[in-house]
C-alpha cells in the first residue's frame, strides 16, 4: 500500500486475530516495512510516548489492561503534541471481534506530565 501511492505518506498499525497466532500487532512505519511486534505505536505523538509503552508494556496483559495502558498513552501524547488531540478511538481486534470504543472530554485520563497539582492557596483565590 505504502509503495503504491507514492504520493501518500503514512505510518500504519496492522493488527489482526486468527486461531493459529493468536493476536498479532505489526507496524509499517513511513518507509514500508512491515515488522511484528508485542504492541507498535505511531502518528505524530508517538515519539513521546515511546518510553512510557516501554516502561508500562507487559507481556500477558488482559484486555482489559491493554486497553487502559493505550488510553492512557494516547493521553500522553495528546498532553505534548499539538497535531494529537480531541478524541480517542480505540479499536480492540480479538477470538471474540472486533469492538470499537470512543473517549472524550473527562473520559480522557488528564495528563500534567511533570507540573505539579495546582494548589488553591490565598494568591490564586479570585474574590
Request: aromatic share 8%; no cysteine; charged share 20%.
Amino acid at each position: 500500500m505504502s509503495y503504491n501511492n507514492k504520493g501518500l505518506m503514512a505510518a500504519m498499525i496492522v493488527a489482526g486475530y486468527d486461531a493459529k497466532e493468536g493476536g498479532q500487532v505489526f507496524g509499517s512505519p513511513i518507509g514500508g516495512t512491515l515488522v511484528r511486534m508485542p504492541w507498535a505505536i505511531e502518528g505524530s505523538g508517538s515519539t513521546y510516548i515511546w518510553s512510557f509503552f516501554d516502561d508500562e508494556y507487559k507481556e500477558g496483559m488482559s484486555q482489559g489492561e491493554t486497553e487502559q495502558l493505550v488510553l492512557k498513552g494516547i493521553a500522553h501524547a495528546m498532553a505534548r503534541d499539538g497535531s494529537s488531540g480531541g478524541i480517542i478511538r480505540l479499536v480492540t481486534v480479538s477470538k471474540d471481534g472486533v469492538s470499537r470504543k470512543v473517549f472524550q472530554g473527562k473520559e480522557i485520563p488528564l495528563v500534567l506530565g511533570d507540573m505539579a497539582e495546582p494548589q488553591t492557596n490565598a494568591a490564586t483565590v479570585v474574590w
